[in-house]
């Protein structure tokens, strides 16, 4: 009797220990079984590892020559000198930019770790590269968010692998080291939160995007419509 009294407490706990931890899993409108979306997140990242592998082994392919050069110098600079004397210090050195300032922020934090790393022998043209392909997989990372929420688990993983393992998305950035990935980003970003009802925020971002490339212009009527149709013209909080 005292052994099954001692197997009866022991089921008693288990189950209000299971209870509890249902009821938890299970609270508000997007409840998600735990061990299934810790699965997901998983497999995500083993997708998103092999895709960073598969660029980084790309990285020593040469790429546009004069951007990689332009990008290096541009990176050292702003390791060396600081963020806000990089424009006054790249005119009178160069007598050009035509990259806006938000870029300078990422100059001078890619470009300090170049300045770190070169010790180990990895080059600065290494570091370029590795920006917009670490924005890329940030993109495909939005993509499965975004997704997921709409479609199971294996078409929005579909999607975000399609997106990730584009051969020409891969070229311009892991061979070519052409920074519109960091835009992309933005832009996706503010589209994201646009279509979620958050015209602050996508304001914001979309703002950060054209502060990276002005070409992200080309998509304010998309996100200024978006915008609308979300508050049709209401007080924004």
Do not use: C
């Amino acid at each position: 009797n005292s052994v099954s009294t001692i197997h009866g407490g022991r089921m008693d706990r288990g189950k209000s220990f299971l209870s509890h931890d249902y009821k938890y899993l299970n609270k508000g409108e997007n409840a998600v079984n735990f061990s299934f979306a810790k699965r997901e997140v998983i497999i995500l990242a083993i997708v998103l590892a092999i895709a960073f592998t598969v660029r980084v082994l790309l990285f020593p392919l040469e790429g546009y020559q004069n951007d990689m050069a332009t990008f290096s110098y541009w990176f050292n600079t702003a390791a060396e000198h600081g963020i806000r004397p990089f424009y006054t210090v790249v005119l009178r050195d160069v007598g050009w930019i035509d990259y806006p300032p938000f870029n300078v922020y990422i100059f001078w934090a890619f470009g300090s770790l170049a300045k770190a790393v070169s010790a180990w022998g990895i080059s600065t043209v290494s570091i370029v590269k590795l920006v917009p392909n670490l924005f890329d997989l940030g993109t495909a990372t939005l993509i499965y968010i975004f997704v997921r929420k709409q479609l199971n688990f294996k078409q929005s993983l579909l999607a975000t692998g399609l997106y990730a393992f584009n051969p020409a998305i891969i070229f311009n950035a892991a061979i070519w080291g052409q920074f519109d990935a960091i835009y992309t980003f933005f832009l996706v970003l503010s589209l994201i939160l646009a279509l979620k009802s958050k015209p602050k925020l996508a304001a914001a971002v979309f703002a950060i995007a054209i502060l990276t490339k002005p070409q992200g212009i080309a998509l304010l009527p998309l996100v200024a419509f978006l915008i609308y149709e979300k508050t049709k013209l209401k007080p924004i909080n």
